[in-house]
């Protein structure tokens, strides 16, 4: 135990020392410690990781300490419609209850045949915009207009739902939007939800969650659809960007032009490209009860982290992990998760993301750097906060 290495902030903020990271840790049985917290672990490597996202003994939250109400199960929000508090969506357990369930049935079988039509045409007004200006910026210009368009789609085409959603993404995303605006934004949308429901209109997230769950009251109905519909935007931003990121600067070897080009379905380079930048570099879990790991003896309470970042690139499990494969065989990390919690949007983000591709690496002009990238210095976050672009 006192031979687990020690990891420090800055080694899990740098990308490029993930591959090494997985390495060092899985000398140690996947295992690593913090620098100045003796019940604080890592898990860092493929193995070890993807074991770790299927034990039902490390769950999302503190086992001792009362989880606050809300349909995340974790952090209050202030605005969103009164919830039943019985009805614990993600916490653990029980993961796989019948919220979770619903949801998943909804969000799996999306988006339809219209509703991606739908999300390519306004990606198509995104990308002409874009292709107008001779520069813009690949991380900030893509948010909230992507997520919008999913929206719109998922709000089963109702503009006003559509519109409400929009304008509560932004209000989310820009931090000086003052808390009565935000609980305003929230309320039009509950309003126009609730608009579309009554006018059984279209075939969206809300109708069919209704259909789901006929039995739940219509209040936890809405506060799950608002919840979903405005959850997951960073990420799907964050894996855009960095795809842009890697056209742009070379660092995928031609691979995504190569993949547009080709008019073959983008699903391999999608994970190839959140598997080498990952939106979400960590998550944490708790220990439920007293047990070893390995040979480290993990006791109730203690917190683990879960290094996507690190698994992604572990050479154990990925040939020539800091180098992009668009045709990489095993395709898929971690970047979803996995298990009880893994990602809800994990068939909507794909679409969103292979139609902005599309879009914008089209073969007539390409994207090159305008100035330096800035990425997060987050250690759990992977995403771009700067990509400054010009057509070329
Ligand atoms: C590329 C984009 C995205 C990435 C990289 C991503 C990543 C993740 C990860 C790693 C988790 C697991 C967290 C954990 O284990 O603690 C997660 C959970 C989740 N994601 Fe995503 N996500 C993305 C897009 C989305 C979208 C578009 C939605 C909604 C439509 C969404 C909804 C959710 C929900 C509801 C959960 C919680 C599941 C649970 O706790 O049971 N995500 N996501």
Redesign the pocket.
Same mark, same amino acid.
């Given at each position: 135990m006192s031979t687990l290495p020690r990891i420090t902030a800055e080694r899990l903020a740098d990308p490029a020392a993930a591959s090494s990271l997985a390495v060092e840790l899985a000398k140690s049985g996947g295992v690593g410690r913090a620098v100045d917290n003796d019940r604080l672990f890592y898990f860092g490597s493929w193995e070890r990781v993807s074991a770790a996202?299927a034990d039902p003994g490390l769950v999302?939250e503190h086992p001792d300490r009362p989880v606050p109400d809300h349909p995340?199960g974790r952090r209050p929000s202030p605005g969103l419609i009164e919830l039943d508090q019985t009805w614990p #969506?993600?916490r653990d357990p029980p993961?796989h209850g019948p919220l979770?369930q619903a &949801?998943a049935s909804a969000?799996f079988g999306l988006p339809t045949g219209d509703m991606a039509r739908i999300i390519d045409d306004r990606i198509g007004e995104l990308a002409k915009t874009l292709r107008s200006q001779d520069v813009f910026d690949g991380a900030r210009d893509l948010s909230p207009q992507v997520?919008a368009a999913?929206m719109v789609a998922?709000t089963g085409f109702r503009a006003d739902a559509a519109r409400a959603v929009e304008a509560l993404v932004l209000s989310m995303l820009d931090r000086g939007t003052p808390q009565s605006a935000f609980v305003a934004a929230r309320v039009a949308l509950v309003d126009a939800l609730s608009g579309a429901l009554a006018d059984g209109i279209g075939d969206g997230l809300l109708s069919r969650l209704r259909r789901l769950m006929p039995d739940a009251p219509l209040p936890q109905v809405l506060s799950l659809t608002v919840?979903? &519909?405005t959850?997951?935007?960073g990420? #799907?931003r964050? =894996?855009i960007s960095a795809a842009l990121w890697l056209a742009a600067t070379g660092a995928d070897q031609g691979g995504l032009g190569a993949a547009v080009r080709s008019g073959q379905s983008l699903e391999t380079a999608f994970h190839e490209t959140?598997r080498l930048c990952?939106? &979400?570099r960590m998550?944490?879990?708790w220990v439920a009860a007293d047990r070893s790991i390995g040979r480290v003896p993990l006791r109730r309470g203690d917190r683990v982290y879960?290094l996507?970042g690190a698994a992604c690139r572990d050479p154990a499990r990925f040939a020539a992990p800091d180098r992009f494969d668009a045709t990489r065989v095993p395709a898929r990390g971690?970047?979803?998760?996995?298990? =009880?919690? =893994?990602?809800?949007?994990?068939a909507?983000?794909p679409v &969103?993301?292979s139609s902005v591709l599309r879009q914008m690496l089209r073969g007539d002009r390409s994207v090159v750097p305008n100035g330096a990238a800035q990425w997060s210095t987050r250690s759990d976050d992977g995403g771009l906060e700067s990509l400054p672009l010009r057509w070329a």
């Amino acid at each position: 135990m006192s031979t687990l290495p020690r990891i420090t902030a800055e080694r899990l903020a740098d990308p490029a020392a993930a591959s090494s990271l997985a390495v060092e840790l899985a000398k140690s049985g996947g295992v690593g410690r913090a620098v100045d917290n003796d019940r604080l672990f890592y898990f860092g490597s493929w193995e070890r990781v993807s074991a770790a996202f299927a034990d039902p003994g490390l769950v999302r939250e503190h086992p001792d300490r009362p989880v606050p109400d809300h349909p995340s199960g974790r952090r209050p929000s202030p605005g969103l419609i009164e919830l039943d508090q019985t009805w614990p #969506v993600f916490r653990d357990p029980p993961a796989h209850g019948p919220l979770r369930q619903a &949801l998943a049935s909804a969000l799996f079988g999306l988006p339809t045949g219209d509703m991606a039509r739908i999300i390519d045409d306004r990606i198509g007004e995104l990308a002409k915009t874009l292709r107008s200006q001779d520069v813009f910026d690949g991380a900030r210009d893509l948010s909230p207009q992507v997520p919008a368009a999913a929206m719109v789609a998922l709000t089963g085409f109702r503009a006003d739902a559509a519109r409400a959603v929009e304008a509560l993404v932004l209000s989310m995303l820009d931090r000086g939007t003052p808390q009565s605006a935000f609980v305003a934004a929230r309320v039009a949308l509950v309003d126009a939800l609730s608009g579309a429901l009554a006018d059984g209109i279209g075939d969206g997230l809300l109708s069919r969650l209704r259909r789901l769950m006929p039995d739940a009251p219509l209040p936890q109905v809405l506060s799950l659809t608002v919840f979903v &519909l405005t959850t997951g935007h960073g990420g #799907v931003r964050d =894996a855009i960007s960095a795809a842009l990121w890697l056209a742009a600067t070379g660092a995928d070897q031609g691979g995504l032009g190569a993949a547009v080009r080709s008019g073959q379905s983008l699903e391999t380079a999608f994970h190839e490209t959140l598997r080498l930048c990952p939106p &979400l570099r960590m998550v944490d879990r708790w220990v439920a009860a007293d047990r070893s790991i390995g040979r480290v003896p993990l006791r109730r309470g203690d917190r683990v982290y879960l290094l996507i970042g690190a698994a992604c690139r572990d050479p154990a499990r990925f040939a020539a992990p800091d180098r992009f494969d668009a045709t990489r065989v095993p395709a898929r990390g971690l970047g979803f998760g996995s298990g =009880a919690h =893994a990602c809800l949007g994990q068939a909507l983000a794909p679409v &969103l993301w292979s139609s902005v591709l599309r879009q914008m690496l089209r073969g007539d002009r390409s994207v090159v750097p305008n100035g330096a990238a800035q990425w997060s210095t987050r250690s759990d976050d992977g995403g771009l906060e700067s990509l400054p672009l010009r057509w070329a």
